[in-house]
């Protein structure tokens, strides 16, 4: 079987990419169940501090909880009773962020932590409300280490979602590249458990349906998903355009060697660029909830200078919507111009068009953005 795509210069986007979700799953960070191996935690930590400083936003999504709590608690084996799991979830994450914490407090960087569930992504003013979180973590040089929030759900602790998780996180911040290091050096044709001449696949096309039967098996001990959930997670991230790199976490210098260019893991390529999948996503997936009526200004900052649309050019609202819903921008004369996902609801919306957004917080009492739809969240109507 042949996934070899020949496209020499796919290597570059890797390369090329800005903002990365980095994941790191459990059966590699806990060193085979025997608590968190902070040496290889150094190890990463050492070439995600050299990544930033060459310009690139960083997001961790972190496993090991579970199994870090089960070492803490002195267990060997994992326990079947969910609510045993959540409990040790909730023991290990302690140890699970200080280690990130004090490992990036080393060279001068901060963290911070974010527990977080997939139906919090799929609620639109949720998902508004992490985006803002994350993205102002990232402007503020922060690193933000994400678990899934296992009190809560337990679909992570069952499947091993986190590769799910990190893939919406990679779709919710719009990263260009999503790296799931794993405990092999990749996805191979066939389980290398239990198939010793397995051949690691360089690069495929992750909506190519081949892939399916050679990511079949599950997980190891630890880790849950084994390559099916990074197959899915590649997929949800392609979505949004992103690449997804599948990599051994343990090979030396991992990171360093991805942002070189070097042809490392797997990778898999999303088949359409970043901006026309998520314009499309916005297209295709919500109803309108209501109207914005635009002065001339507004319209031309949206069409002609593809700018987002603040409080300041919006002359009347219609409908009644709530933070996150879709709502349609149109022109003095009630041609539709654009449609997006906006920050305020029509309430909040009422109060504060007309008006600069330095002024949002004072007619308000606080500020969620400046804009009122960002330009990432628009889509313009041809
Ligand atoms: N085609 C495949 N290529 C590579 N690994 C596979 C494949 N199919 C199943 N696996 C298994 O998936 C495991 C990694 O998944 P998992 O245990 O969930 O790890 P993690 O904790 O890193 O998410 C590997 O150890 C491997 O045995
Ligand atoms: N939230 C769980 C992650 C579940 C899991 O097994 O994930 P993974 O190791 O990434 O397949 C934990 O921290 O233990």
Not at 276 to 294: D, E, N
Not at 316 to 337: K, L, T
């Amino acid at each position: 079987m042949c996934f070899w795509l020949g496209l020499e210069n796919m290597r570059d986007k890797v390369s090329g990419a800005q903002r990365w979700v980095v994941k790191i799953g459990s059966a590699l960070l806990t060193a085979d169940g025997k608590g968190l191996d902070r040496g290889a935690m150094a190890v990463w930590v050492e070439q995600m501090v050299a990544l930033r400083a060459q310009g690139v936003e960083l997001v961790l999504v972190s496993s090991g909880a579970v199994a870090a709590g089960m070492s803490r608690l002195g267990w060997t084996a994992r326990p079947s009773a969910i609510h045993e799991l959540q409990a040790a979830a909730a023991i290990g994450q302690m140890g699970l962020v200080q280690a990130w914490e004090s490992s990036f407090g080393e060279h001068g960087r901060r963290t911070a932590q974010i527990l977080l569930t997939h139906d919090d992504l799929s609620d639109r003013k949720r998902y508004l409300n992490a985006r803002s979180t994350l993205r102002t973590l990232v402007e503020l040089d922060v690193v933000p280490v994400i678990n899934e929030n296992d009190t809560v759900v337990t679909d992570g602790i069952r499947f091993g979602d986190n590769d799910t998780l990190a893939a919406l996180v990679a779709n919710l911040v719009e990263a260009d590249l999503l790296v799931i290091l794993t405990d092999r050096d990749g996805m191979f044709d066939a389980d290398p458990r239990n198939n010793p001449d397995a051949q690691l696949i360089h690069e495929a096309r992750a909506d190519d349906p081949a892939l399916d039967a050679v990511a079949g098996g599950v997980g190891g001990a630890l880790g849950r998903g084994g390559m099916q959930t990074k197959l899915r997670a590649a997929r949800l991230a392609a979505r949004s355009g992103a690449h997804t790199v599948i990599v051994g976490g343990a090979i030396e210098q991992v990171l360093a060697r991805l942002k070189a260019g070097e042809l490392l893991g797997t990778l898999l390529v999303p088949e359409r660029g970043m901006l026309a999948a998520r314009k499309q996503w916005l297209a295709g997936h919500l109803q309108t909830r209501g109207t914005l009526v635009l002065d001339d200004g507004a319209v031309k900052a949206l069409v002609s200078d593809r700018k987002s649309l603040l409080p300041v050019g919006v002359k009347a609202v219609q409908g009644s919507f709530r933070r996150g819903e879709m709502v349609v921008c149109v022109a003095p004369d009630g041609r539709e111009v654009a449609r997006g996902l906006v920050n305020y609801s029509a309430l909040e919306a009422q109060k504060i068009i007309g008006r600069p957004s330095d002024e949002i917080e004072r007619l308000l009492g606080y500020v969620d953005e400046p804009e009122l739809v960002h330009r990432d969240n628009l889509i313009l109507v041809q």
